[in-house]
């Protein structure tokens, strides 16, 4: 019998801290053992081993590393600092604004007290007369 003690560590990212060990003599003798080939047990043991193999590159691609999230995280932080300069440039031309409507209000508010001061004294000396 070859010896085919070759092991698949898969390790993924530190999020998850797990290793899967995989031992492909073990495999082969179990399936011998439970009737199988010699050869067709060990190729089966083989095969998966090099899919393991193939899944570990697949499975450490799909988590992010930590400078991918640093990357990620640094254009987050400059996003919302822009929005907060935009925020702010917003909230001096609405006080600017707001001051100038208020200004306009008032004008008018006065333009038309007089209007009626005039208006009432023009009917109240129509009505003197």
Same mark, same amino acid.
């Given at each position: @019998?070859?010896?085919?003690e070759a092991?698949?560590?898969?390790?993924?990212?530190?999020?998850?801290?797990a290793?899967?060990?995989?031992?492909?003599?073990?495999?082969a003798?179990?399936?011998?053992s439970?009737g199988?080939?010699?050869?067709?047990?060990? @190729?089966?043991?083989?095969?998966?081993?090099?899919?393991?193999?193939?899944?570990?590159?697949?499975? =450490?691609?799909?988590?992010?590393?930590?400078?991918?999230?640093? =990357?990620?995280?640094?254009?987050?932080?400059?996003?919302?600092e822009?929005?907060?300069?935009?925020?702010?440039?917003?909230?001096a031309?609405?006080?600017?604004?707001?001051?100038?409507?208020?200004?306009?209000?008032?004008r008018?508010v006065?333009?038309?007290?007089?209007?009626?001061?005039?208006? =009432?004294a023009g009917?109240?000396l129509k009505?003197?007369?």
């Amino acid at each position: @019998m070859i010896c085919m003690e070759a092991q698949v560590r898969i390790t993924l990212p530190e999020i998850l801290m797990a290793a899967i060990a995989f031992d492909t003599l073990k495999m082969a003798e179990r399936l011998e053992s439970a009737g199988m080939p010699a050869a067709q047990a060990k @190729m089966q043991a083989t095969v998966l081993a090099e899919v393991i193999t193939a899944e570990d590159a697949s499975i =450490v691609d799909r988590f992010s590393s930590k400078q991918d999230v640093a =990357v990620e995280l640094a254009a987050i932080k400059a996003g919302i600092e822009k929005l907060d300069s935009k925020i702010s440039q917003s909230a001096a031309e609405f006080k600017a604004l707001n001051s100038d409507t208020k200004a306009e209000l008032i004008r008018w508010v006065v333009s038309v007290g007089i209007l009626q001061m005039a208006l =009432v004294a023009g009917l109240v000396l129509k009505l003197v007369k």
